[in-house]
């Protein structure tokens, strides 16, 4: 099959392209080239998305018989995707669990539940969704909508409950034998998945006519805490330490950086099925266990120097101290 990754080289699509290539797919990826290190064997369109009559003209002149849109973030760059891939035999949008929100009436969360997003990401894959559905019902235009949870590999740093893309000097506090702090009391229920099981969503969905006009929420069916997953992590990073507790407000208030991720998901539980693309797409077996994902990253961040040295700043040790005031306090003592 002659498959189309649009990105191809982020922190999902990475993952994606390799298992194409190894399931003996025809590669090519369109992105602009500012990330190195696309495999052998894989073709490179170079372009911007966002200039859309390039990009549209670009995809038009080519055959392709699927294509993994990985970076279309609004109805408008779904409209432009439409026009790219007007005669495409599959198209898989990426969209988001964002897009439920935090109100949720069931958990765990269903693809038929409403839709209540709270950011501009959120919102925004919503109404590309309902772009790319209008299109199915109006003129059976074959797309698959995939909505991942927290997906990680490699390319992210080594996940922390305050924010997906949170300064990884965390790490190195563990490894100083640092306190480091958790949103409440961490244990909000989450779920994580890595890179390589998603990559086996995506594959295996390609061409399934039952999957065309279907939603599919994406992660593993297992959950945990945040509490869990920092003990986990510590483990792999070596050392133990002591996890100290701040509600939301306080970290708000005080200006705690790089918070986003935490306000509007990471301090809620979120826990979703997968139990329909597991039904549809039999061969999504997530099998990379969490400790050994973790594994993986902290290699990565290691081999490549992305772990900063946690004693250029000293936010964290200040906020710890207060809340330990705080709790004095509230002893009496």
């Known amino acids: ?46 372009g911007d998305r966002q200039e859309r009559a390039d990009f549209e003209a670009a995809m038009q002149a080519e055959r392709f018989d699927a294509a993994i849109d990985m970076i279309c973030y609004n109805p408008d760059d779904a409209r432009s995707t439409l026009r790219a891939f007007r005669d495409v035999g599959h198209l898989i949008f990426t969209s988001t669990v964002c897009t439920y929100g935090v109100e949720y009436d069931w958990l765990p969360v269903t693809e038929d539940h409403p839709l209540r997003p709270i950011t501009p990401y959120g919102t925004n894959k919503a109404a590309a969704e309902r772009v790319f559905l209008e299109a199915h019902y109006r003129d059976d235009f074959p797309v698959t909508i995939i909505r991942p949870s927290t997906t990680f590999g490699p390319r992210w740093p080594m996940l922390r409950q305050l924010d997906c893309n949170a300064n990884p000097s965390w790490i190195d506090r563990v490894r100083k034998g640092k306190p480091i702090v958790v949103c409440g009391d961490g244990r909000a229920l ?94 999504f077996r997530p099998r990379v266990p969490l400790e050994d994902a973790l594994g993986r990253v902290l290699e990565a961040m290691d081999r490549e120097g992305r772990i900063p040295d ?24």
């Open 310 to 333: 946690s004693d250029q700043s000293d936010w964290e040790d200040r906020l710890i101290a207060a809340q330990r005031r705080v709790g004095e306090l509230e002893l009496g003592l």
């Open 1 to 46: 099959m002659r498959v189309c990754v649009v990105g191809g080289t982020g922190n999902i699509s990475t993952s994606i392209v390799r298992l194409l290539l190894e399931e003996g797919h025809e590669v090519c990826v369109y992105n602009r080239g500012q990330r190195p290190g696309l495999p052998d064997g894989v073709r490179h369109l170079p």
């Open 190 to 283: 989450h779920q994580w998945l890595y890179v390589d099981d998603a990559a086996l969503a995506y594959v295996n969905v390609l061409g399934r006519e039952r999957c065309f006009g279907r939603t599919y929420n994406m992660t593993r069916p297992e959950f945990g805490t945040w509490e869990e997953y920092h003990h986990i992590a510590m483990r792999v990073i070596g050392r133990e330490v002591e996890m100290v507790g701040v509600p939301l407000s306080t970290l708000l208030a005080v200006g705690a950086p790089a918070l986003g991720t935490c306000t509007s998901i990471f301090s809620h539980n979120t826990i979703y099925s997968p139990a329909r693309l597991m039904r549809d797409v039999p061969e």
